[in-house]
């Protein structure tokens, strides 16, 4: 029979009394009139109170005639009579006592058969035995503590049944082993209803049968102990785990060895010692393989604890060099996917500088994690590591998989995301190449297994919203790297099929429109991305600015201009975009024909930004109106200011050529330039 301590369905109070009882008869074994032969015995040997007598034989007939309340009554009035004030002497006391003891037991037993509470008769018995019940013979003595036994018990004195029954162990010459086994038993079941309410008492319970008990008992006593323990409130988890590794050292045989191992586990990982963890680790996976896989991974706590502390920054890594748990591990070999041990096995490479390790590692981890968060954290802790190369080296094996669908989208994210950050536009845009949106993200994005249709929802929301961001990132490295017409579909992607609503992605995607796309799509972006923008004056600026470009190519020169001026008198707008937006004033003007107008814009910018790129831009531009103007004087000096002031300015070359082709200004420009 399965003897597990772990908690159970307790069977009711009653039917642990009628088994006891009925136990207790045999063990007993009464004779009508035992009691009886033991007084006139006691008569024949010494002068007692001849009431005392009469009353026991009294008590004793009431007892046979079912008359328990009186029969309760008079032997109370007997135990008085003898009890510490009275005037008999301890002789005649200790010649009494078995007499005393017996009617009592009788009294009880009659109690229990009849339904009736029998603890507090059984008390007196059990104190009578204890004074005067020296001479019964032990297997008399016994029998009647298994009986008193039952009755404290169905009363709920689970200590005082323990008690009485530890005494019986104790005077156990003449126990056979069938009453010995019930005691056994009735301990047991004791224990255990005691684990919730006093698992102190209930553990020593269990101490009792481990001394006391066969092999077998007792093994499941001590594991009874264990869960003790574990019961107990006020236990640390130090100690539990200490209590259950005890038990499967002691016990590694027992059929509960591996459930008790798998706690050690789980309560020395609550403990932060992950030492004492990683000793339970062999048996348990010795007896997973033994015994199938248990109800708990035992490898996955103490995972979960190491990767906490791979993260901190005062944990050497190193440690792990001599443990179970990379050797168990280490043996797996390919048929390791768990990404959290993934992650830890890169880490390790990493810190013992094992590169070849490392690239097997490395790549199974980015096959068999999904978690942007396990990338990013390892990519942390990698940048700690030596120079920081082993970062790099997981980057680029990510990067080399841009278009490997069997890699996530979040661990292609999370690389993305890094590189961004480190403004490495160039290594994006080298690895997509010539790749599509498709090729990355695929031509669909949506996640299977949902097992709800909300859940479904949430996980379509989230995987749409890391396509959206993982596009945005490709997209704006073509930008940075100089393919901006080429980005322009990237972005639609992003923001058209997978829902980009960021302001940042809107302007950009309008930005573009506007550079590369239809005038119909541009208008439709810049006004999308001003929808988005409401009411916050800062990203307003941006989209007023491609709103004034689109008004220029339109000719609505009007509206630009009056978009332009809300951007140089927005307080909350920097002064490069107010620079470029006074310059794109004077150009409204100069495609107008307005020079006078123009030249009057361009000299504001300076005012703005004087270190702006715009004020070289606006010095080439009001040359150029001088010139319109027929006064080349002043078109040589803005060109000759323009060489001077910002020589690496790509409209150097441009005001330089001007500016020698000027007519009957050569000379003056040569000496200008020459001062």
């Not at 074994?29 to 010494?46: F, G, I």
């Not at 100089?482 to 930005?511: C, K, N, P």
């Not at 490069?576 to 100069?590: P, V």
Request: aromatic share 6%.
């Amino acid at each position: 029979m399965h003897t597990s301590i772990r908690p159970h369905r307790r069977p009711p109070v009653m039917m642990i009394v009628i088994m006891v009882t009925l136990g207790c008869a045999l063990a007993i074994d009464w004779k009508s009139a035992s009691a009886q032969d033991v007084v006139e015995a006691a008569q024949e040997a010494a002068s007692v109170p001849a009431n005392t007598l009469d009353e026991l034989a009294q008590v004793r007939r009431l007892i046979q005639s079912d008359e328990l309340s009186q029969a309760s009554d008079r032997l109370d009035k007997v135990d008085q009579a003898l009890g510490p004030a009275q005037s008999v002497s301890q002789a005649d006391r200790q010649r009494i006592g078995p007499a005393m003891v017996l009617t009592h037991a009788m009294l009880g037993q009659a109690l229990t058969q009849n339904g009736q509470s029998s603890a507090k008769t059984f008390r007196r018995c059990l104190t009578w035995l204890d004074d005067a019940g020296a001479d019964l013979p032990s297997s008399r003595r016994n029998g009647i503590r298994m009986a008193a036994a039952s009755a404290l018990a169905a009363d709920g004195d689970f200590s005082g049944a323990t008690q009485c029954l530890a005494n019986a162990l104790a005077d156990a010459d003449e126990l056979d082993e069938t009453h010995r086994q019930w005691i056994h038993t009735f301990l047991m079941r004791s224990a255990k209803r005691q684990m919730q309410t006093d698992p102190a008492a209930a553990a020593s319970t269990f101490a009792l049968v481990s001394r006391t008990a066969s092999a077998e008992v007792a093994a499941t006593a001590d594991l009874g102990a264990a869960w003790c323990v574990l019961s107990n409130p006020d236990a640390s988890p130090a100690e539990i785990g200490k209590a259950m590794a005890d038990f499967v050292r002691k016990h590694p045989d027992h059929g509960d060895a591996l459930v008790a191992a798998n706690q050690a586990i789980q309560h020395f990982v609550l403990a932060d010692d992950w030492r004492s963890a990683d000793t339970m680790l062999p048996f348990a996976m010795t007896k997973k393989a033994d015994a199938g896989s248990p109800p708990t991974d035992p490898t996955a706590s103490l995972t979960s604890m190491l990767v906490l502390k791979a993260k901190s920054d005062d944990w050497d890594l190193l440690e792990l060099a001599d443990s179970h748990w990379l050797e168990h591990f280490r043996s797996q070999a390919e048929r390791v996917t768990d990404s959290e041990a993934c992650a830890l096995l890169v880490l390790l490479d990493a810190a013992r500088d094992l590169p070849d390790a490392f690239d097997v590692d490395a790549q199974r981890l980015i096959r068999n994690t999904d978690n942007a968060d396990t990338i990013r954290w390892v990519q942390t802790r990698l940048s700690s590591i030596g120079d920081g190369t082993f970062a790099t080296i997981l980057s680029s094996k990510i990067l080399t998989g841009l278009t490997d669908t069997d890699i996530s989208i979040p661990v292609k994210l999370a690389a993305c995301r890094r590189l961004a950050a480190a403004s490495d536009w160039s290594s994006i845009a080298a690895a997509l190449s010539d790749a599509t949106a498709d090729d990355v993200v695929g031509q669909t994005n949506t996640p299977a297994d949902a097992v709800s249709p909300e859940d479904q929802a949430f996980a379509e929301d989230q995987a749409n919203q890391e396509s959206a961001e993982l596009l945005s990132i490709l997209a704006e490295s073509l930008v940075q790297d100089g393919r901006g017409q080429q980005s322009h579909a990237w972005w639609i992607r992003a923001v058209d099929d997978f829902g980009d609503t960021r302001i940042t992605s809107l302007l950009r995607l309008a930005e573009i429109a506007c550079q590369h796309g239809q005038r119909d799509e541009a208008a439709a972006r810049v006004l999308a991305a001003r929808q988005a923008a409401g009411n916050d004056t800062a990203k307003l600026v941006f989209v007023d600015l491609l709103d004034a470009d689109l008004s220029i190519r339109a000719l609505r020169f009007g509206h630009a201009r009056d978009l332009l001026e809300s951007v140089v008198r927005n307080p909350h707008a920097i002064t490069t975009l107010r620079g470029r937006a006074q310059w794109l004033i004077g150009e409204t003007y100069f495609l107008q024909q307005d020079y006078a107008a123009a030249i009057d814009a361009y000299r504001l910018v300076e005012g703005i930004d004087p270190e702006s790129p715009w004020v070289a831009a606006s010095l080439v531009q009001a040359g150029k109106s001088f010139e319109h103007l027929g006064r080349t004087q002043s078109a040589s000096m803005c060109y000759g200011n323009l060489v001077r002031r910002f020589g690496d300015s790509p409209h150097s070359e441009l005001a330089r050529r001007r500016l020698a082709n000027l007519p009957a200004a050569s000379s003056q420009a040569d000496s200008t330039l020459k001062r």
